[in-house]
């Protein structure tokens, strides 16, 4: 994949389409948190593979965050702060499957609290403009 405009769209489409996956259940009567955190993590791998793109770089083929995070140099410090919760979410890309692995619905909360102020910066370090802002993939 080479690293342009195009790409970073793809990316935050898919982003958006997990983070929409988060609100919906969020909204249903019964929540599977599972889901819900996987969907979580997902988005923000997405968003930080948008990001190596805007930032030239391509994005390797893994699914570990605290990875991705640091691929950026140039987002290194900025993003430094996300990285307990960048470890949070890496345990829901592949833990969540098992049975025996359900977050109990407070954990579970936080870890989307946090997956969406993440998603917010993120979009702002990709694409300042308004219609990033709103999670749109220009």
Not at 1 to 18: F, Y
Not at 90 to 102: K, M, P, Q
């Amino acid at each position: 994949m080479r690293a342009n405009s195009q790409g970073i769209a793809v990316w935050l489409r898919k982003a958006n389409n997990d983070w929409l996956n988060v609100e919906n259940n969020l909204a249903s009567s019964r929540i599977p948190w599972d889901t819900v955190c996987f969907h979580a993590q997902q988005t923000i791998e997405k968003m930080l593979k948008a990001l190596l793109l805007h930032r030239g770089i391509v994005p390797p083929r893994i699914h570990d965050l605290l990875r991705l995070l640091e691929a950026s140099p140039a987002d290194a410090r900025a993003l430094k702060p996300w990285r307990a919760d960048c470890r949070l979410l890496n345990d829901f890309a592949v833990l969540s499957r098992y049975e025996g692995a359900d977050p109990k619905p407070a954990k579970a909360r936080a870890v989307v609290r946090r997956a969406g102020q993440m998603r917010i910066v993120l979009l702002t370090l990709i694409a300042p403009n308004p219609a990033a802002k709103k999670g749109q993939a220009q």
